[in-house]
C-alpha cells in the first residue's frame, strides 16, 4: 500500500531534497522504517542505538497526532503521514 511521506524542511537534506516521498507500508512504524531503507541517513535523526524512536520525532496520519502506541495501527492506501522533528533551544 502507497503512503505519502511530507518530509519537514530540516530533514529534506537527507531526502535529497524530496518534500514528499511515497513509501510502501501498512503501518506508521513501517513506514518510517521503509523510509530508513530508502535514505539511510535520516535513521540518526529518527532512532536512538537502541532502535527506539525519539521522543522529539513527532508523526501525523492525516493531519492528526499518532502517539507511539498508535504507531503500528493500520493505515489506508493513499493516507498522507507528516513527519517532524521538534526543535528546542535556549
Not at 521503509?34 to 540518526?44: A, D, E, H, M
Not at 524512536?53 to 498522507?80: A, I
Amino acid at each position: 500500500m502507497s503512503v505519502k511521506v511530507k518530509i519537514s524542511s530540516l530533514l529534506r537534506q537527507l531526502t535529497n531534497g524530496q518534500e514528499v516521498v511515497e513509501v510502501t507500508a501498512y503501518s506508521a512504524i513501517e513506514c518510517l522504517d521503509n523510509l530508513v531503507v530508502q535514505f539511510p541517513g535520516i535513521r540518526r535523526w529518527l532512532y536512538n542505538k537502541q532502535g527506539q524512536l525519539f521522543p522529539f520525532v513527532h508523526v501525523f496520519v492525516n493531519g492528526e497526532t499518532v502517539s507511539t502506541d498508535e504507531l503500528t495501527n493500520p493505515l489506508k492506501d493513499g493516507d498522507e503521514l507528516l513527519l517532524l522533528i521538534a526543535i528546542g533551544g535556549g
